[in-house]
């Protein structure tokens, strides 16, 4: 099994563009759908994409508590400039880039919130992913 998309529910689209297109493109994310002001969709360099949206339910977007979504990356530095990106454009902290040995021998990640609440990684494990 693969996955094939995540969504994640915002509550302001228009400012929610701004913040992930100044992070996604850091690691190899482009725009694949343009529905503004009400969502928006980028294809991440392993073919995974990722959904930014109004909830369908027209219900306020919440984060899930334990939710999280994790985004692979090529490399320690495009882990470190993802994170230093989102925190340049309003997101906050959850966890500095570094190794965490805890998850595996070649785990290196960083953690941040976006600007709805919803938390998410960026990951690396000591191989590139995309060609």
Partial sequence: MSMNYVMIGSNDVVRARAYFDAVLPVIGGEVIMDFMPHGFCYQMGNGGRLWITQPYNQEPA????????????DSE????????AALAHG?????????RPQYGPNFYGAYVRDLDGNKMSFVYFGITTSS
């Fill in 62 to 73: 919440t984060p899930g508590n334990g939710n999280m979504v994790g985004l692979l990356c």
């Fill in 77 to 84: 530095e495009q882990v470190q400039a993802a994170h230093a």
């Fill in 91 to 99: 997101g906050s902290n959850e966890g500095d880039p570094g190794p």
